[in-house]
Each structure stands twice: as structure tokens, then as C-alpha cells.
């Protein structure tokens, strides 16, 4: 019997990943009933369509079209108009390149993305029910790897403990570790369809929203499908 200690392992890292993926699945999901399709701003939809850094990029783009900012195809920004005015996140862009008026984009995006005005924005998209928390994002994570993690080393403990045993006791063992087995890849499954929408910046009320959005607005289309569906020269200057 000497497979039975490795049979309990199984047992103890399949049943632990399967819990905390699904709590973790359970502590992420809807706490508010989201608003209307008219309620979500352009910003909001970079957010939940790609985070902090789609936020930074639909700034960044909305001011080079207002003539605010340049943004060179070489992977700079020009400050061209800083007389004031604009709402908080163009002001953080400023504050990012700073007082010189100019500054490398791969630089000034991780700084925007930080700023607190981003922050905010996430804070009430989650309030709303309408976006993930990052905490709860990382916990959905951590929980999906942990079961992926236990599916893998149930497959191995059970083939190393059908080596150990003679060849009659193989059919035991394999239905004995077939029971954690089944269990790890169910929950992966099941984890695919109704878990994994949870690792995404956008909740499932909030996806719901996005898909109603319409991208005939040149900067709806950047908010929810990113810098694709720019001009080259714009593509070229916010590429990292």
C-alpha cells in the first residue's frame, strides 16, 4: 500500500484548489446592479475593456486629436498645449511627461495608469458591479492556477504509484486516483466557463455592457478594441 500516501496528497491538493477557486469565484461576483449602456463614459469602457493602460492610451490619443499633444510615430509626446483645463487624467498625462514638454510614451503610460484618477475611475466601476477588484482578480488567479497545479500532480502521483504497485493492483489505483483526477479537470472546466471571466478587468455585468457599445466612434473603437484600430502612425507611437 505503499501508493495510499501518495492517493492522500491528491486528495488534499485537488480538494484545496477546487475551494479556493471556488470562493475565490464566489467573492468576485456581482455585489451591485450595474447601470444602463448610458451610463458607462468612454473611459470607463477602456477600463473595462483593457485596463488601466487602455484608459492611458485613450487619453493619450484624445489629446493628440485635440491638438493638446503630439504623438510621434518615433514613440514621443509633445506637449503642444498646457494652458490648463482638460479633467483629471489629461492632467495626470501632463504631470507625467512633465515641466521639459516632452517624454518617451513607454514611459509616461505605466505613470497615467498609476495615477490616482485611475484609480478612482476603477474603484466605481466596481462599486457598480461592473468591473473585477484586483484583489479579487488576483485571488480567481491564484485559485485557477492552484487547481491547474493539482490536476497536473494528481496525473503524475497516479502514474508513479500504478508503477510502484504489481500489475494486478494497477486497476485499483487508477480508479482511486481517478475520483481527484476527474474532480481537478471538472472544476477546470467549469472554471473556463464561469471562473475565468473573473481574471478579466471587466465583470460579467460589465462585458454585457461592452457588447452593446457601438465603435462607429473612432474613440469608442480604441476604447474597446484597442490601439488595432488606429491609423499606423498611432499604432507606431503608443507600441511599447
Known amino acids: ?14 480538494g484545496v484548489g477546487c475551494v479556493r477557486v471556488c470562493r475565490a469565484s464566489l467573492a468576485a461576483g456581482p455585489r ?7 451610463d458607462l463614459t468612454v473611459c470607463e469602457a477602456a477600463y473595462l475593456a483593457g485596463g488601466p493602460l487602455r484608459v492611458t492610451d485613450l487619453t493619450l490619443v484624445s489629446m493628440h486629436r485635440a491638438r493638446r499633444l503630439l504623438l510621434a510615430h518615433t514613440g514621443w509626446a509633445t506637449v503642444v ?6 479633467d483629471e487624467l489629461e492632467r495626470a498625462v501632463l504631470g507625467a511627461i512633465g515641466p521639459g514638454g516632452q517624454s518617451p510614451i513607454p514611459a509616461v ?3 497615467v495608469a ?27 488567479a491564484a485559485g485557477v492556477r492552484a487547481v491547474r497545479a493539482g490536476f497536473l500532480l494528481t496525473l503524475v502521483l497516479g502514474t508513479v504509484a500504478a508503477l ?7 486497476g485499483l489505483v487508477v480508479a482511486a486516483f481517478a475520483l481527484p483526477l476527474v474532480g481537478s479537470g471538472l472544476c477546470l472546466l467549469i472554471g473556463r466557463v464561469e471562473v475565468y471571466p473573473y481574471t478579466r478587468w ?11 457599445l457601438s465603435s ?12 488595432a484600430v488606429l491609423e499606423p502612425e498611432l499604432r507606431a507611437a503608443l507600441r511599447d
Open 1 to 14: 500500500m505503499v501508493w495510499v500516501p501518495l492517493l492522500l496528497v491528491a486528495y488534499v491538493v485537488a
Open 32 to 38: 451591485a446592479t450595474p447601470g444602463g449602456a448610458d
Open 81 to 86: 498645449d498646457a494652458s490648463g483645463g482638460g
Open 109 to 111: 503610460r505605466p505613470v
Open 114 to 140: 498609476a495615477a490616482e484618477s485611475v484609480r478612482l475611475l476603477a474603484e466605481g466601476l466596481v462599486e457598480r458591479g461592473l468591473a473585477v477588484s484586483e484583489e479579487d482578480r488576483r485571488e480567481v
Open 164 to 170: 510502484l504497485v504489481p500489475a494486478e493492483e494497477r
Open 202 to 212: 471587466a465583470s460579467p455585468a460589465g462585458q454585457r455592457l461592452l457588447s452593446g
Open 216 to 227: 462607429a466612434d473612432p474613440l469608442t473603437a480604441l476604447a474597446t478594441r484597442g490601439p
